[in-house]
């Protein structure tokens, strides 16, 4: 999709605007767009390149088997040849390199619902219809089997396929108040929307959490498109613009979040980081006003 041109957030927004009607296998391109924005010196091309090779040799290997068989195949081929493995909960906090498929392609390893984004990208193109199904950590698939009971895949356990029994233990394991505030049901399947908003949070928090704000624009330019109701992005899209010295795409973001509440609700900090912010512009307006040369540098 972007392979031929350089990728802009414009470019990636045009894609976000037909996400909502899109399978979740159309993300992988899309993470691949966010990939290059994050990270300036990623091979997107090579990686791409390397994706097609595996889904290639896949299909050559076990196009014409049963549908089992694939399965088993595709398992011993992601898990065992290929070495493919989940990365553990702590690196997914902490490791923006978890989240980025180039990475993960050159690693062998990512965030569990990159591998199941790959694992279900690999399925489909044997013929193996999955979805991801919410579950905390994204370790689970379902195999949707026409006029055949679905089955429900773990990939934590390198593909098996689970019993009942192993089902209800999962079930019983998470229950309704651990879930309510991730919004969703325990193997409810998840749109190509939901999944997007999930990946986009969890590479922002990391990004967040190593105070590398500055690179976290692309991600704050989606988080508020694809929520807009979620006011908090605006706030922190504002302080990063205002760090960066865009200052007049920070007071506008300001704006826009004073739309959901009221100055008198700000925080002290947050009133005066408005305050310099509004004495910088007054003080740069007032600059050009002196100098009109200086309007020609701008």
Not at 134 to 153: A, D, E, M, Q, Y
Not at 275 to 294: C, I, M
Request: charged letters at 25%.
């Amino acid at each position: 999709m972007f392979l031929n041109s350089k990728i802009t957030w414009e470019k990636l927004r045009l894609e976000l605007e037909i996400i909502k009607t899109a399978p979740p296998l159309s993300l992988i391109p899309i993470l691949y767009g966010f990939n290059a924005l994050l990270d300036e010196k990623a091979n997107i091309e090579s990686s791409s390149h390397t994706l097609l090779q595996l889904s290639y040799e896949l299909k050559k290997n076990c196009d014409e088997l049963p549908d089992e068989d694939k399965l088993n195949y595709l398992n011993e081929y992601f898990f065992e040849q290929q070495g493919f493995q989940l990365s553990d909960t702590n690196n997914q906090n902490k490791k923006l390199d978890c989240w980025l498929p180039e990475q993960m392609i050159q690693n062998k390893e990512g965030a569990p619902l990159l591998i199941a984004l790959l694992y279900q990208y690999l399925a489909f193109e044997l013929n193996l219809p999955l979805q991801i199904i919410f579950h905390p950590h994204f370790t689970l698939v379902k195999w949707i089997r026409p006029g055949k009971k679905s089955r429900i895949i773990d990939l934590s356990l390198h593909g098996l396929v689970l019993k009942d029994k192993e089902i209800s233990e999962i079930f019983n394991k998470y229950d309704s108040g651990t879930l309510k505030e991730r919004g969703t049901k325990l193997f409810n399947s998840l749109n190509t929307q939901d999944i997007l908003k999930f990946y986009l949070k969890s590479a922002y928090s990391c990004l967040k959490n190593k105070e590398q704000l500055e690179k976290s624009l692309p991600l704050l330019h989606a988080l508020i498109f694809l929520l807009p109701e979620k006011a908090q992005f605006l706030l922190e899209r504002a302080q990063v613009y205002k760090t960066q010295g865009a200052l007049n795409d920070a007071y506008k973001d300001f704006r826009k979040y004073l739309s959901f509440t009221e100055i008198k609700n700000l925080s002290q900090e947050l009133k005066t980081s408005l305050y310099e912010l509004q004495t910088q512009l007054s003080f740069n307006k007032a600059k050009q006003e002196t100098n009109p040369d200086l309007k020609l540098l701008h």
